[in-house]
Nanobody, 120 residues
């Protein structure tokens, strides 16, 4: 079993930046694909970004491409999401996830989520 804990969320003005971290315990993240998702109020959870087991391949949703970057540090057992040029549409609860397969899922483990609020 793996436990995931997100941090780094908060309130930021439009145009600002935040870096989310997701630290894992209970197992090593080496060799597993990792992802970030988000859920805005009254909306379904949506994919944000994912990184392959090796870290050499990343993919992201069109809505965040060029603004958000996913990365990983296996030594720290942590995955990151650098978010730049934030806008109010990015306001959501952000979740990290561990894949049981590849960077397309399935997503077996989830963090509890962390709030990101972008003010206009």
């Amino acid at each position: 079993q793996v436990q995931l804990v997100e941090s780094g969320g908060g309130v930021v003005q439009a145009g600002g930046s935040l870096r989310l971290s997701c630290a894992a315990s209970g197992r090593s993240l080496s060799g597993v694909a990792l992802g970030w998702f988000r859920q805005a109020p009254s909306k379904e959870r949506e994919f944000v970004a994912a990184i392959s087991r090796s870290g050499s391949i990343t993919r992201s949703a069109d809505s965040v491409k060029g603004r958000f970057t996913i990365s990983r540090d296996n030594a720290k057992n942590t995955v990151y999401l650098q978010m730049n040029s934030l806008n109010p549409e990015d306001t959501a609860l952000y979740y990290c996830a561990v894949s049981g397969g590849n960077s397309y899922g399935p997503w077996d483990y989830w963090g509890q989520g962390i709030q990101v609020t972008v003010s206009a």
